[in-house]
């Protein structure tokens, strides 16, 4: 994608020519330029402009320019597409990207579309649309090359040649016996074989790995990081091949997995729109739910604080350090969850590696705090007793913060560690437990936990 600065340069130099009509000269431009970066250039437009400047493309760089831009652009040029028009861009789309289209459209829309589509290409979005969404047979294509395994070499390229051309890729080709996958080859060893007349069947790799259809797409993802495939079969349940699929989509996948755990993570629900097009009331209605739901769990936090008034008003002083602590706690859970979140989603951690988590983040936790109430015990001895000249920070309130803190660590990472692999286990996002909700809890945990032993070491001696 073309920086913003170059995106501008490019949208100046299409609306100047044309304003002045050199239709020649702008269709010269287009077809030299990456269908993504015409995608970019046409979102920075007028809306108005878009079918004028999309009909200058030839269909086939018009349907990959189409597949790049966003939903509400697609929507507009169908809308204002007659149905021959339509139907050439159809035409030009591989299935997978039909069926993301589909899935972005009002009904409306997707009438039409489905109307225009020929008869294979609308049985074909039909069928991978009845797969659940976040499956591998939702994102999976059905454009990919098969071979038979009594071809020899010189058939199979043959064949390569014949049906290549329509298909998404055509590196990695699927060996199958009665739609049964049974091996795979890649165009790579079929032109470095020395001899032609060799059959696929000897030269094939037998060791598939696959998905099937009903696999976790997020699954698939990793599947497909893990070996640097391509492109990954998937299977249904008899192990019949039905479909493939790609790089591209599995990045499409990330992409999309990343930015609904970060907005999770930050306490939102998650979005399908950029920012600079979601309205006021998208953005208040994605985020007011998770706003309500911490503002009542802090009341917690209250609750505690008005139980432990009396403690408060025998030493003020204990709520001077109570930021600190709570901030403190909060931070160190944060830092677990985030951490154990991310091994869940690589697929480093499963629930059976509980035990192991914990005490490794208790040893961890153990380490930190020491560490952290050594630093505040020099702290509020040289800061708030000697320089702040306060008399009520005393050596016994110094030990119940310091002690404190290194409590308050060893809940805060515990909790962080474990919440994220129990929400996994019960079928949530572990992201779900992450800062806000995390934080939360911490902080009520270390307000009991301080002033519990505030209550032992300061108002029973």
């Not at 189409?66 to 035409?91: A, H, N, P, T």
């Not at 039409?112 to 969404?133: F, G, H, M, T, W």
């Not at 049906?163 to 998404?168: M, P, Y």
Request: include cysteine.
């Amino acid at each position: 994608m073309p920086e913003t600065k170059d995106v501008s340069i490019i949208v100046s130099t299409l609306l100047t020519l044309l304003q002045e009509k050199k239709y020649p000269t702008l269709k010269e431009i287009l077809v030299t330029m990456n269908p993504a970066d015409i995608a970019s250039a046409f979102e920075e437009m007028d809306e108005s402009r878009l079918p004028v400047l999309f009909r200058l493309i030839p269909k086939e760089l018009a349907a990959e320019t189409f597949v790049e831009m966003e939903s509400d652009s697609q929507e507009l040029l169908i809308r204002g597409f007659s149905d021959s028009e339509l139907k050439e861009v159809l035409d030009e789309l591989y299935v997978d990207d039909a069926v993301d289209i589909v899935e972005e459209m009002p009904a409306n829309v997707v009438k039409r579309i489905l109307a225009q589509a020929d008869p294979d290409l609308r049985k074909d979005i039909n069928d991978i649309l009845r797969y659940p969404e976040n499956s591998a047979g939702s994102i999976m294509t059905i454009e990919y090359v098969t071979l038979r395994p009594e071809m020899t070499i010189k058939d199979a390229i043959l064949r390569i040649r014949r049906t290549g051309f329509d298909k998404e890729t055509i590196y990695t080709c699927y060996v199958t016996s009665y739609r049964k996958l049974i091996g795979f080859v890649t165009v790579k060893d079929l032109l470095l074989a020395q001899d032609e007349e060799i059959l696929i069947k000897d030269m094939m790799d037998q060791n598939v790995i696959f998905a099937n259809t009903y696999d976790d797409r997020e699954e698939v993802v990793q599947k497909l990081s893990k070996y640097n495939f391509i492109a990954l079969p998937v299977v249904d349940s008899d192990l019949r091949l039905v479909g493939i699929v790609t790089f591209d989509d599995a990045m499409d996948v990330m992409e999309d997995e990343a930015t609904e755990d970060i907005e999770i993570m930050a306490g939102m629900m998650p979005s399908e729109k950029p920012y600079l097009k979601s309205g006021v009331f998208d953005l208040f209605r994605h985020r007011i739910p998770w706003l309500l739901l911490l503002m009542v769990s802090a009341t917690f936090t209250g609750i505690i604080m008005t139980k432990f008034e009396n403690a408060l008003a025998a030493q003020v002083v204990l709520a001077a350090f109570i930021p600190m602590l709570m901030d403190t706690g909060g931070n160190s859970g944060s830092q677990s969850s985030v951490t154990i979140i991310r091994a869940l989603s690589l697929g480093e951690l499963e629930f059976q590696n509980i035990i192991g988590v914990i005490w490794k983040e208790l040893r961890t936790a153990v380490l930190c705090g020491c560490a952290l109430s050594v630093a505040c015990f020099a702290k509020i001895m040289l800061v708030d007793r000697l320089i702040m000249h306060n008399p009520n920070v005393t050596l016994l309130v110094a030990f119940t913060v310091c002690l404190t803190m290194i409590l308050t660590v060893m809940v805060a990472k515990v909790i962080g560690c474990t919440l994220p692999m129990i929400a996994k286990k019960l079928g949530f996002d572990p992201a779900v437990m992450a800062s806000p909700f995390i934080t939360t809890m911490v902080d009520a945990i270390s307000l009991m936990v301080y002033f519990g032993i505030a209550n032992l070491l300061l108002f029973r001696t």
